[in-house]
């Protein structure tokens, strides 16, 4: 309780008058000085999109010592809570969705979020005067990290007017479709420092947009499990031969197993997840490395490039083909919004990509940069039903998708009847 009090009277003495927050629509600000809490709760529980309402009350919650616990808003409104007894005050509890689509709740402390906004502030410099844009959501660690990274560094959290980006903003923390925007409506304010992109893979020819487009872009590679970010690229200023996400940042170590899967160790570790009992499980290995489901490798200059997730990967006739790979083909398509590949058995494959689209795509000039073994077999508009992410796109997403179009799941065994497409299927 006192390391979290502690440090939230220190961002009063050190910055006080200076804005901790501001709402772009309504010009309020809280100052540093108004840093304070009435609020008696241990815990409290959050599930609100990122308004004003909703970030004062998670300062509130910080400066309470309270363990916060921010749900999805278009989640269920009865969540039931594991038990929170192993939880520590100023714990976050941040739910993610495995590759089974079920959530799991990560504990995070708050050394290890003041070590992420620490870390990343030697990579992307940040402090009194900045301004970062809040356009994640509060229940993601991306989201979450940018309170972090201001409060610590005495900069202000900006929340949004849903209609234009200030032309005061400094920071930005997107994923690939938000960038993809950026670049498309010519957006790039001048008073920008840094764009933070994260949550999956950017394509290539998304990447030399954004820098031709003179936009200060920076890759990161992360995940709820390390706070945040595990490595960080400087400021791309000339165009690229490959996407990288950079190199660890300080207080973390990053290396690729054996098997070819990324593992990370440092303080940015989250504490462990909590099961349905509310017992705590740690993260990381007797050597304290986190061994996650992505697959990489370093290029010749030490930076990470993140190859995809082992979870994801479809071996369709004794080939492994990446889904992200054609994810990034596809989003480098000016008048493509987001893509989903998904898995469906095939009696003679095994497995075979079909990809799900929202907005018009140009299967030839897919074929050209995917090849024949990574074509998908069939193409499909984004169902009415489920509803368009504005951030990355996440197992249970994919569970909603599949759902809705009547797609069936993969399986090892070649008893499986593979998908009808009709007209719509593409040989292999």
Known sequence: MSMIRDWFSDLRDRFGAAPALRCAASGRVLKFSDLVSSQDEKVIVTQSPPTWEHVVEIFGAFAAGAVLVPLNPRGPKDVELPDLAAMDPGDTLIFTSGSSGMPKGVVIGLSAHLANARGSAERIPLGPGDEWLLNLPLHHVSGLSILFRCLDAGACVVVPDGKSISPTITHLSLVETQLARLVREEVSPASLKAVLVGGGPVSLELAIAAIHAGLPLHLTYGMTETASQATTSGRFTEPLDYVHSGKALPGREVLIAADGHIAVRGDVLARGWLDSSGALNPLADGDGWYRTNDLGKFDRNGNLIVLGRSDRVIISGGEKIHPETIERAL??????????????????????????????????????????????????????????????????????????????????????????????????
């Not at 090849?371 to 796109?393: N, Y």
């Not at 997403?397 to 070649?414: I, T, V």
Request: hydrophobic share 35%; glycine share 8%; proline share 12%.
């Open 331 to 428: 989003m480098a398509q000016p008048t493509v919004q987001t893509a989903a590949v998904l898995t469906v058995p095939h009696a003679e494959y095994g497995q075979r990509p079909v990809v799900v689209v929202h907005g018009q795509w140009d299967e030839s000039a897919l074929g050209k940069s995917l090849g024949k073994i990574a074509m998908p077999d069939a193409f499909f508009p984004w169902p009415e039903s489920v509803p368009v992410p504005d951030g990355k796109i996440t197992e249970q997403l994919r569970g909603q998708l599949r759902q809705a179009l009547g797609l069936p799941r993969p399986c090892e065994s070649k008893s499986c009847d593979p998908p009808d497409y009709g007209r719509n299927e593409r040989a292999t």
